[in-house]
């Protein structure tokens, strides 16, 4: 079963950066999309960005031209570089792909536990 593991979540001030990296545990030979949600306290879970097998990326109105998501291929890792942080961009942080192990069968998302980011004034 493939797992996904958040890191890079931190506290930082408004208008500092950080990057949050997602490390796809088991080889998956067919990927489709990769994505990173948040969810802030009392509110419902948001896509902040995804980017699909051809490179199309997406961006959610509320951060683009701040933040940037990549994928490393080789090592089955995703990011998301994220600059100039605002207050309201404090949230639990998810990755999620949607993967197969095996080119047979559809892509199902699979999440990861989140990270915490918190941005203060």
């Known amino acids: 079963q493939v797992q996904l593991v958040e890191s890079g979540g931190d506290s930082v001030q408004a208008g500092g950066s950080l990057k949050l990296s997602c490390a796809v545990s088991l080889y998956t030979p067919k990927t489709c999309a990769m994505a990173w949600y948040r969810q802030a306290p009392e509110k419902e879970r948001e896509l902040v960005s995804s980017i699909g097998n051809n490179g199309v990326t997406f961006y959610t109105d509320s951060v683009k031209g701040r933040f940037t998501i990549s994928r490393d291929y080789l090592k089955n890792t995703l990011f998301l570089r994220m600059d100039n942080l605002k207050t309201e961009d404090t949230a639990v942080y998810y990755c999620?792909?949607?993967?197969?192990?095996?080119?047979?069968?559809?892509?199902?998302?699979?999440w990861g536990q989140g990270t915490q980011v918190t941005v203060s004034s």
């Open positions: 999620a792909a949607n993967a197969a192990t095996t080119p047979s069968l559809p892509c199902r998302w699979t």
